[in-house]
């Protein structure tokens, strides 16, 4: 047991290692200030089910964008939609596409269903960009896609904040999380030349690259999906670390619990199907951003290679962890350290450091989470995650320091 238990904190140290040298590049960041003039035709897409309570905001908050009004134009795919969503889009100004399938459900069916229409209508566009309809965006968004278009990017991924982090101990867990990847997960990956992680909305895709490949994402991480598919055809998801998306995350435990599990089965399907081919094809090629690629798929199996590392030390018992224990308090103490420092680069206001402390409870959940996505990776049935919270953009928390505070909101 304890060649086990060795065994499985060597496998962890190597891949914590690993994670620890690429979050070293987060500490590096080229500001763009220079945006190129608007010139990239977009088609905003919204992917929406059952979303009256938030959509409305998103499409007002979308109409103010800095950006020509004719080179734009916003699309709500109202994807089996009982309630008035599709109504209320309408009356707001975006242009509705109304798909019912009671059969293929989820939003990579959606999105599916929605690229072919606007690819039918006889509207040139350069790229398409993707949000949720819980969503608000930052003004100059759509300038910095633009931007990156036009310096020749084909994806590109904008950066994850949250809408609602104050409202309850999960809320402040999931945004710490956020920030800590941001800055020392997307942007170190950015400055290294590998690919980014899509996250499945405030993705910019370019036309070109939909109608070569195809979107044809139907897995319940159609972002994920699709992120491997383009590194196989040796397609960079890039990074712009200034144009924000705010996003309303779960209030409870259990709601953040059926995300992640939806989350992990997608994550853990994925990886099975591409994973060692992507791993090889690296491997063969000497493509290293294909070789981390595939080492990002290792995740799932990550926090659970962490649960039964808990275990069998709970077998042996504490002598192991006691023969060093100033190792363990050292390292305990040197995350929170390290965190820290994410969050200073950040510039988050001062109250916002204690709620790391929720982070290590709400990350221990991811355990189980892994574990249970594994055993129901086959499963692909879609569950909707309520969204109620309506919050205009100019009400946005402010939970940055005053010198950068207009990089974080859309006010």
Wanted: with cysteine.
């Amino acid at each position: 047991m304890e060649v086990i238990s060795y065994t499985i904190q060597a496998v962890l140290t190597v891949f914590t290692f690993y994670c620890f040298v690429i979050s070293l590049f987060g500490f590096y960041r080229k500001h763009e200030d220079c945006l190129l003039p608007p010139s990239s035709r977009l088609a905003v897409v919204v992917a929406a089910h059952n979303e009256e309570r938030v959509i409305g905001e998103l499409i007002r908050n979308l109409h103010g964008l800095n950006y020509p009004k004719d080179l734009y134009d916003i699309y709500v795919v109202a994807d089996n939609c009982i309630d008035d969503t599709a109504k209320i889009a309408a009356e707001r100004g975006a242009l509705v596409i109304e798909r019912f399938n009671n059969v293929e459900k989820g939003k990579g069916y959606a999105l599916e269903y929605a690229f072919n229409e606007i690819f039918n209508s006889g509207i040139e566009y350069d790229a398409v960009v993707v949000f949720d309809a819980d969503n608000l965006v930052s003004k100059d968004f759509l300038m910095i896609m633009n931007t990156h278009l036009l310096k020749g990017e084909k994806i590109i991924q904008g950066y994850l904040d949250t809408k609602n982090a104050e409202d309850t101990w999960i809320t402040k867990a999931i945004y710490i999380c956020y920030i800590i990847t941001n800055r020392f997960l997307q942007l170190a990956k950015y400055n290294l030349g590998l690919t980014c992680a899509l996250g499945g909305t405030g993705m910019c895709l370019s036309v070109d690259v939909l109608k070569k490949y195809g979107w044809g994402m139907t897995s319940l991480t159609e972002d994920l999906e699709f992120q491997t598919k383009a590194l196989m055809n040796n397609l960079k998801v890039t990074w712009a670390h200034d144009a924000r998306i705010y996003d309303e995350k779960p209030l409870t435990l259990m709601q953040s619990w059926r995300q992640r599990k939806r989350w992990m089965q997608g994550h853990c399907n994925v990886a099975g199907r591409y994973m060692f081919k992507l791993l090889w094809e690296g491997i063969t090629n000497k493509n290293f951003a294909m070789v981390d690629g595939a080492l990002y798929l290792v995740q799932p199996f990550f926090w659970m290679f962490t649960g039964l590392g808990m275990i069998t030390n709970i077998i042996i018992g504490p002598e192991i962890l006691m023969e060093n224990p100033q190792w363990a308090v050292l390292g305990f103490f040197a995350q929170f350290f390290y965190f820290s420092l994410g969050l200073a680069m950040e510039r988050v206001r001062p109250k916002v450091y204690w709620w790391l402390f929720f982070y290590p409870i709400f990350a221990i959940t991811w355990i189980p989470v892994a574990y249970i996505g594994f055993a129901m990776r086959k499963n692909k049935e879609w569950n909707h995650t309520l969204h109620i919270r309506d919050i205009k953009h100019e009400n946005l928390q402010n939970l940055y320091l005053p010198a950068k505070a207009d990089d974080r909101r859309t006010s």
